[in-house]
């Protein structure tokens, strides 16, 4: 069973909206060939290369314009995970640090790490039997706390299949939470 650690208290029957961010991270690259290869002075992206994938009834599954819209109730913790769009695994997004302006909509994002989670493999000798390998994942959460909305600053790391830093950068997500049955 994989081990959760985090900070704050895990519930597992919190109730729960995942998102996923996804990086086109080659299309990035190329946008700024000269990204900072300094955390403490990430590059400013736009949302014109980062997707918001997340269920939303009646909308569509994901965007590219650096919004979330989302109709919960306070109390519902919402997770986001980041990964790159990289046909052949030639790059690796790692969103290292995640920050939020408004205290009374969103509480602070904490890092929840979850080690040995396995994972099924292709088996080249017998496609229908896959193989299974262990992996660490990772995700960020914040608990909804009041309707309203907040501007987040995610920070990720755009690393090549070596883990070489390619560039950090710093793209805004405006989060906007509205109540059940109303159109964010």
Known sequence: MPKERSTAKTEH??????????????TLLSRYPHASLSSDTPTLVDGAHLYVLAARDGGPLGRN?????????PGVHLRIRGNA??????????????????????????????????????????LLEPGSQGINDHFWRSQVLAHGEAACDLDFIVLDKDCAIL???????????????QTP
Do not use: C
């Open 13 to 26: 029957s919190e109730s729960r909206v995942a998102v996923l961010v996804i990086v086109d991270a080659e």
């Open 65 to 73: 314009d650096s919004h979330l819209d989302l109709a919960v109730k």
């Open 167 to 181: 560039g950090y950068f710093r793209w805004r997500l405006q989060i906007s939470i509205s109540g059940l049955g």
């Open 85 to 126: 769009l990289a046909l052949r695994g030639e790059h690796i997004v790692l969103f290292h640090r995640m920050a939020q302006d408004n205290a009374d909509v969103l509480s602070p994002f904490e890092l929840v790490l979850r080690e040995a989670l396995t994972v099924p493999t292709a088996n080249a000798d017998s």
